[in-house]
Nanobody, 126 residues
Framework: QVQLAESGGGLVQDGDSLRLSCVVS????????VGWFRQASGKEREFVAT????????YSADSVKGRFTISRDNGKRTVYLRMNSLRPEDTAVYYCAARRTGLGASVSAAASYDYWGQGTQVTVAS
């Protein structure tokens, strides 16, 4: 059974940076591509970024391109989301999710991911 655990959220100011971590346990880590999603209060879950099994391919939402970077350390079974130039509209619960396929169709669809973490809160104050 694959389990994911996020950490690194917190309260920051407009323009600050944070790095979120997602530790993947169980399963064969290299089999999974891993994505980050976020859900603001009262809104639907939104795709943020995803990374392929080897880490060589990434895909990000337009809203975070140039500010957020996804990466993975396969030795540590950890996927990171580096968030720079944070804005109040980035405030949300951030979730990581894994699926046992590479990047391709439906990478931004939450329903295409099989395993989810519990989420970590990111709050950006203006």
């Amino acid at each position: 059974q694959v389990q994911l655990a996020e950490s690194g959220g917190g309260l920051v100011q407009d323009g600050d940076s944070l790095r979120l971590s997602c530790v993947v346990s169980g399963g064969t880590y290299s089999d999974y591509s891993v994505g980050w999603f976020r859900q603001a209060s009262g809104k639907e879950r939104e795709f943020v970024a995803t990374i392929g099994q080897s880490g060589g391919s990434t895909y990000s939402a337009d809203s975070v391109k140039g500010r957020f970077t996804i990466s993975r350390d396969n030795g540590k079974r950890t996927v990171y989301l580096r968030m720079n130039s944070l804005r109040p509209e980035d405030t949300a619960v951030y979730y990581c999710a894994a699926r046992r396929t590479g990047l391709g169709a439906s990478v931004s669809a939450a329903a295409s991911y099989d395993y989810w973490g519990q989420g970590t809160q990111v709050t950006v104050a203006s």
